[in-house]
């Protein structure tokens, strides 16, 4: 069973800066697309930003150009680069990854905590 394991959350202020990353327990090619999602106080769980094996890259509207994300395979790990955080970037991250081979299903991390507050 594939593991995804994220890191990276805590607390910033707002306008401040973040970096999560999800590294998976086996190589990334065996992804199709990765990506993060996020679950915010109120909200059903949201889009953040996927990645696809070409590194061809998704944004939801409310992280577009404010976020970056990008893959290494040479750590099979997919990081999120968070820029101009604000308060409504609160809330649990979690890793998704999508593999080739549909019969395994998702993947999903445990999810990390990202609080934005002064």
């Known amino acids: 069973q594939v593991q995804l394991v994220e890191s990276g959350g805590g607390l910033v202020q707002p306008g401040g800066s973040l970096s999560l990353s999800c590294t998976a327990s086996?190589?990334?090619?065996?992804?199709?697309?990765m990506g993060w999602y996020r679950r915010t106080p109120g909200k059903q769980r949201e889009l953040v930003a996927t990645?696809?094996?070409?590194?061809?890259?998704n944004y939801g509207d409310a992280v577009k150009g404010r976020f970056t994300i990008s893959r290494d395979i040479s750590t099979n790990s997919v990081h999120l680069e968070m820029n101009g955080l604000t308060p409504d970037d609160t809330g649990v991250y979690y890793c998704n990854a999508v593999p080739w081979r549909t019969t395994l299903g998702d993947f999903w991390g445990q999810g990390t905590q990202v609080t934005v507050s002064s």
């Open positions: 990645i696809t094996d070409d590194r061809d890259t």
């Open positions: 086996d190589s990334i090619f065996m992804f199709k697309l």
